[in-house]
């Protein structure tokens, strides 16, 4: 199996508009519209070199070079700030001729780190070399501190005075810069395990949803075509080489389309889905954190509702559920008054046409809905309700992005300010985008081409943010038939890395994605070669 195939960095690059080209995928649902499913009758450790040459006596002249004043590529940084600190130890020595040489060795040695991060094609750290080197740094370190005080050669007060200045003045900025590559070694140094199967049969894992339980253990909701019913798969361990499977509902010829799960604040699963034999949305309320047992609701009995499902738990473990009315061509809500839904508020929050597929929702602060969705009136356009309320009697719409035919496979976070940001497919361009808004109803947003690149890539998104508040999305490369992530560098996105995860087969269909504590995406996915279901976990 091919793991961690290409790794690519990439700007925020705009290529020509492709004109997109849907290729058949053998034996899979038609997801791009309730329409056509319902025709289906369905819904090297661095060199040490020392320099002699006496052009870097900056130690006697009271300079510091400026070199140590700019940042050290992915966390290299943190190797100069050993030699600053050196530096000021060395204030309180009277320095013999070796200790300068020394320093020389230091200094030669970072720039070297320095020039072989920044020319180097590897995205993240190779961390055994990255402990070698720290080694030897603070080897330097201790061999300065312990060097005799009796020397011929001095430094005066003044020219002492002089460096502390300077190095005052530098530690600032290279306090900032550590912690800043801190937080991209976090983001960019994790490698992907080797997948696991978590069930396998004739189709099963389409439209999976992944969360992670309080342990920190992958748990996914998702439809098994061989019994034609809802099913959930724990797993009891960090990587799922143990898992336990359970069928949820089994009351119908066919249930559990448009899958979302989501866990309530004790870990207990909750999933809203599709009934397609009576075309009604439905909800599975967990007894436990295994879902041994389970309480299914029929949420919205109006017919032909319940398609392109998302579920959000409020603060008191009531389910809220986004979805699309196809009789209507309506964007709905349901607000369950309790934890099982025993009754629910229903809402249309948009019916401006043909709009409500392909929805994502998530909860602001204080417990109204937001929900990213598609509208397929016209071209097409990716559209975005901020609802006023809990329950939201009134909203804000907003039409996010309608350069060409976008909005599809929509995903939606929010960030720490409750501005939300959407990873979506660009149908024209076969491109994966993201919009971050700039406000809580997104007045105005930033738009992006995360990866444009050539074919078609894009569908099945879905995105978290790591610790930083930067984008991770999982999607599809129908071009390659691989699972893809893409790591942004910033909130924005300006800059991103893009990681081909798994290319071994037609792999990356129904992709979800969560982030563990240290920052790691683990990812769930539909092997079409083999009809399983499988998850990829990342480390640190």
Known sequence: MSLEGSEVVRGDAQTDAQTHAQDEKTNLPETQTAETAMDHGVVAQPSRKRIGDGSEDWLERGDVPTKYSSAVGLGRCARAWLVVVTLIALGSLVCAAVSIQLVKDLQSEVAELQQQSSSSSSVYVNTSQFAEVTETLEAYATRLDSLETTSATHINATQLAVLETKVDEQAINITAEIEAHKSAITTLQFHFGTPRIVDSGNHVGWYS??????????VMAYYD?????????????????NVTLRAIDTSGDNVGWFISLALTSSGIPVMSYLDVTNRHLKLAVCGDASCSASTIRTVDTNDFTGFYTSVAITSTDSPVISYHDFGNRDLKLAVCDDTTCSTATIVTVDSSGKVGEYTSIALTTDGSPVISYYDGSGDGALKL????DATCSTSTIRTVDSDGNVGQHTSLVLTENDYPAISYYDVTNGNLKLAVCDDETCSTSTIRTVDDDDGDVGEYTSIRLNANSHPIISYHDATNFDVKVAVC???TCSTSTIRTVVSDGDVGYFTSLAVTSNGSPVVSYFDNDDHNLLVVSAFI
């Open 209 to 218: 949803s992944l969360s992670l339980s309080p342990s920190g253990y992958p």
């Open 385 to 388: 309700a901020v609802c006023g």
């Open 489 to 491: 560098r910033d909130a």
């Open 225 to 241: 075509n061989s019994n034609t019913e809802l099913a959930f798969a724990e797993c009891l361990d960090e990587t799922c080489s």
